[in-house]
């Protein structure tokens, strides 16, 4: 008899944490696909327009963001005509300074600074994103003695432009 009320108990027990877990979980999902609009399946991402006299920088940015989108979403790249959604942006303004000198006015340290827009439209031209136009800019420092490179500090700032770019197309909580 008590044997039999403590497998009751036991049964009781195991039954309504097994529930409790299940219904507790149910309004969450796993996985990025429930990151993004459910409404949008592909999307092209158009040239970055450059205005500015470096060479490739558009070319450059836009392979980052295809990388990332291909990457961190479920979303498809694919032909303008078969798109839902468009990346479209404007490279506006590439700046190199210098942070340090040496005694001699060598430059030591150095910095470049990207300015940039970049928004996400559907069809009809309507913002997807959150921000309707996304202004970013950023910098990244670079020290030529140590290695690096104007290349190197534009391969780092487009690296995190596109992955800031794409953590912006997610749908708000």
């Not at 479209?88 to 827009?117: C, H, M, T, W, Y």
Request: a neutral charge; proline letters at 3%; one cysteine or more.
């Amino acid at each position: 008899m008590v044997l039999n009320r403590r497998i009751r108990v036991v049964t009781v027990i195991l039954v309504s944490a097994v529930c409790s877990g299940l219904l507790g979980c149910a309004g969450y999902h796993v996985g990025n696909q429930f990151l993004y609009r459910c409404d949008i399946r592909t999307v092209h991402v158009e040239m970055i327009e450059s205005n500015t006299y470096r060479r490739f920088l558009g070319v450059r940015l836009t392979e980052a963001i295809v990388k990332q989108i291909e990457l961190n979403t479920p979303l498809t790249i694919t032909e303008p005509a078969l798109a839902d959604s468009f990346v479209q942006g404007r490279l506006i303004q590439v700046n190199k300074s210098v942070l340090a000198e040496n005694f001699s006015d060598e430059p030591r340290v150095l910095e470049i600074d990207f300015r940039l827009e970049l928004k996400w439209v559907d069809r009809a031209g309507v913002p997807l994103m959150q921000r309707q136009l996304l202004r970013i800019s950023r910098d990244t420092a670079f020290i030529p003695e140590g290695g690096q490179s104007m290349s190197t500090a534009q391969k780092e700032l487009i690296e995190r432009i596109a992955r800031e770019f794409v953590g912006q197309m997610e749908t708000p909580w």
